[in-house]
Protein backbone atom coordinates (compact mmCIF):
# COMPACT_ATOMS: atom_id res chain seq x y z
CA UNK A 1 0.00 0.00 0.00
CA UNK A 2 1.32 3.42 -0.86
CA UNK A 3 2.29 5.99 1.55
CA UNK A 4 -0.39 8.87 1.78
CA UNK A 5 1.67 12.25 0.48
CA UNK A 6 1.64 15.09 2.33
CA UNK A 7 -0.62 18.05 0.64
CA UNK A 8 1.28 20.44 2.49
CA UNK A 9 4.80 20.71 1.47
CA UNK A 10 7.24 23.94 1.09
CA UNK A 11 7.41 24.87 -2.81
CA UNK A 12 8.70 27.66 -4.93
CA UNK A 13 5.48 29.62 -4.88
CA UNK A 14 5.74 33.69 -4.61
CA UNK A 15 4.96 34.83 -0.67
CA UNK A 16 4.69 38.43 -2.05
CA UNK A 17 2.19 37.38 -4.77
CA UNK A 18 0.41 34.91 -2.21
CA UNK A 19 0.20 38.45 0.01
CA UNK A 20 -0.96 40.74 -3.06
CA UNK A 21 -4.21 37.97 -3.15
CA UNK A 22 -5.53 39.19 0.35
CA UNK A 23 -8.47 41.82 -0.67
CA UNK A 24 -8.88 42.88 2.57
CA UNK A 25 -6.03 45.77 3.32
CA UNK A 26 -6.13 45.43 6.84
CA UNK A 27 -5.53 41.93 6.77
CA UNK A 28 -3.24 42.28 4.19
CA UNK A 29 -1.45 45.11 6.41
CA UNK A 30 -1.20 42.58 9.38
CA UNK A 31 0.01 39.91 7.42
CA UNK A 32 2.82 41.74 5.93
CA UNK A 33 3.59 42.76 9.37
CA UNK A 34 3.63 38.79 10.58
CA UNK A 35 5.87 37.93 7.99
CA UNK A 36 8.54 40.97 8.65
CA UNK A 37 8.37 39.91 12.68
CA UNK A 38 8.45 35.99 12.04
CA UNK A 39 11.12 36.51 9.77
CA UNK A 40 13.07 38.78 12.18
CA UNK A 41 12.94 36.42 14.75
CA UNK A 42 13.76 33.27 13.10
CA UNK A 43 16.34 35.03 10.63
CA UNK A 44 15.13 32.73 8.25
CA UNK A 45 13.12 33.45 4.78
CA UNK A 46 9.48 33.19 4.27
CA UNK A 47 8.30 29.60 2.13
CA UNK A 48 5.15 29.26 0.86
CA UNK A 49 3.55 25.62 2.33
CA UNK A 50 0.85 24.61 -0.15
CA UNK A 51 -1.26 27.04 -1.56
CA UNK A 52 -1.94 29.59 1.57
CA UNK A 53 0.70 29.54 4.10
CA UNK A 54 3.62 31.56 5.13
CA UNK A 55 6.07 29.27 6.86
CA UNK A 56 10.00 29.98 8.29
CA UNK A 57 12.22 27.47 8.69
CA UNK A 58 11.66 23.49 8.60
CA UNK A 59 12.19 20.18 10.34
CA UNK A 60 11.72 16.52 9.56
CA UNK A 61 9.42 14.27 11.50
CA UNK A 62 8.49 10.69 11.47
CA UNK A 63 5.89 8.79 13.65
CA UNK A 64 5.76 5.74 15.01
CA UNK A 65 3.42 4.89 12.25
CA UNK A 66 6.40 5.18 9.73
CA UNK A 67 4.21 8.34 8.34
CA UNK A 68 7.05 11.23 7.73
CA UNK A 69 7.95 14.60 5.74
CA UNK A 70 8.83 18.07 6.82
CA UNK A 71 6.80 20.94 7.72
CA UNK A 72 7.55 24.38 8.98
CA UNK A 73 8.85 25.01 12.44
CA UNK A 74 6.36 28.10 12.45
CA UNK A 75 4.29 30.03 10.34
CA UNK A 76 0.94 31.34 9.50
CA UNK A 77 -2.02 31.72 6.83
CA UNK A 78 -4.45 35.11 6.02
CA UNK A 79 -7.40 33.18 6.46
CA UNK A 80 -10.86 34.87 5.69
CA UNK A 81 -12.21 34.76 9.35
CA UNK A 82 -8.95 34.69 11.42
CA UNK A 83 -4.84 35.05 11.10
CA UNK A 84 -3.61 31.66 12.24
CA UNK A 85 -0.22 31.39 13.40
CA UNK A 86 1.16 27.57 13.38
CA UNK A 87 2.56 27.42 17.05
CA UNK A 88 3.82 23.96 16.49
CA UNK A 89 4.05 22.92 20.31
CA UNK A 90 1.12 23.30 20.97
CA UNK A 91 0.43 25.83 23.75
CA UNK A 92 0.24 23.64 27.20
CA UNK A 93 3.89 25.15 27.71
CA UNK A 94 2.60 28.43 27.39
CA UNK A 95 0.09 29.22 29.90
CA UNK A 96 1.74 32.52 31.36
CA UNK A 97 2.15 34.05 27.77
CA UNK A 98 -1.21 33.10 26.66
CA UNK A 99 -2.80 35.02 29.98
CA UNK A 100 -0.84 38.04 28.17
CA UNK A 101 -1.82 37.59 25.09
CA UNK A 102 -5.25 39.28 24.40
CA UNK A 103 -8.06 38.40 22.28
CA UNK A 104 -7.48 34.84 20.80
CA UNK A 105 -8.73 31.47 19.92
CA UNK A 106 -6.67 28.46 20.01
CA UNK A 107 -6.96 24.77 18.19
CA UNK A 108 -4.16 22.03 18.91
CA UNK A 109 -1.31 24.28 17.58
CA UNK A 110 -2.93 26.95 15.89
CA UNK A 111 -3.67 30.23 17.41
CA UNK A 112 -6.37 32.35 15.68
CA UNK A 113 -6.71 36.01 15.97
CA UNK A 114 -9.04 38.44 14.34
CA UNK A 115 -6.29 41.37 13.84
CA UNK A 116 -3.08 42.23 15.46
CA UNK A 117 -4.36 45.18 17.26
CA UNK A 118 -6.08 42.70 19.36
CA UNK A 119 -2.83 41.26 20.76
CA UNK A 120 -0.01 42.52 22.70
CA UNK A 121 2.92 42.15 20.37
CA UNK A 122 5.84 41.82 22.88
CA UNK A 123 4.15 38.50 23.98
CA UNK A 124 3.35 37.72 20.34
CA UNK A 125 7.36 38.04 19.48
CA UNK A 126 7.87 35.63 22.87
CA UNK A 127 5.30 33.53 21.87
CA UNK A 128 6.65 32.79 18.01
CA UNK A 129 10.33 32.69 19.17
CA UNK A 130 9.74 30.19 22.05
CA UNK A 131 8.09 28.20 19.99
CA UNK A 132 10.51 28.15 17.16
CA UNK A 133 14.04 27.87 19.43
CA UNK A 134 11.89 24.38 20.91
CA UNK A 135 11.34 23.03 17.10
CA UNK A 136 14.85 24.00 16.36
CA UNK A 137 16.16 22.43 19.88
CA UNK A 138 13.70 19.09 19.23
CA UNK A 139 14.27 18.59 15.55
CA UNK A 140 17.28 20.95 14.73
Not at 39 to 53: A, N, Y
Not at 77 to 101: C, H, V, W
Request: aromatic share 12%.
Amino acid sequence: MAKAKNKTTANKGSVTDFLNTIEDENKRQDALKIVELMQSITQEEPVLWGTSIIGFGSYHYKYESGREGNFMKVGFSPRKQNLTLYIMPGFEQYDKLMAQLGKYKTGKSCLYIKKLEDINREVLETLIKNSFDYMTDKYG
